[in-house]
């Protein structure tokens, strides 16, 4: 149950900034939008620190985190950013500290909203981008699979007594 929430909510947020930063209305805003963001992301690591709470521990973190990185890279023109890159490490990043299954669906969301753009610089070259994104899929299933093995074994041999 928790999986499907996180999941829908991490696509409304997608979905909800793209239009933020596409929005002729908002777009002049965006920038502010970041920046408030930003703020707002600063303070909350702030506090949690105050508060000895470990940042890896809160889901807020974790979604402001993302809406964060979003802005960032919608502020930058999105398919055309300088941050783009950027957006494959965040679904890299949900895979672990989610599910695999909400960092397919944030790949998957991404690369429909990016569709749109195809064909703006080359049609070879924006088909092979939205390939790349989706590659993310496999490498998240497969890192974190790997984690989980990793942290099986640390976990027997860490029980082993001497």
């Known amino acids: 149950m928790k999986r499907k929430q996180h999941s829908f909510f991490i696509v ?14 908002t777009r002049p805003f965006s920038l502010q939008m970041l920046l408030l963001s930003l703020l707002v992301f ?3 690591i702030f506090l949690l620190k105050k508060k000895n709470i470990a940042l890896v521990h809160s889901t807020k973190f974790h ?8 802005f960032l890279v919608g502020v930058t023109g999105w398919y055309f950013s300088p ?6 490490l ?3 990043m949900l895979s672990f ?13 991404l690369a429909v909203l990016f569709s749109f753009n195809v064909g703006e610089v080359d049609l070879a070259y924006d088909i092979l981008v939205i390939l790349s ?16 093995k990793l942290k099986n074994q640390q976990d027997k041999f860490s029980s082993r007594k001497f």
């Open 42 to 44: 600063v303070i909350m």
């Open 83 to 88: 941050f783009f890159f950027t957006l494959y």
């Open 97 to 109: 500290v989610f599910s695999s299954f909400v960092s397919c669906l944030f790949a998957i969301t």
């Open 133 to 148: 994104f989706l590659t993310v899929i496999p490498l998240s299933y497969y890192l974190r699979k790997e984690y989980v």
């Open 12 to 25: 409304l947020l997608t979905f909800t900034v793209f239009l933020l930063t596409n929005n002729p209305i």
């Open 63 to 70: 979604y402001l985190l993302i809406v964060t990185v979003l």
């Open 90 to 92: 965040l679904a890299i």
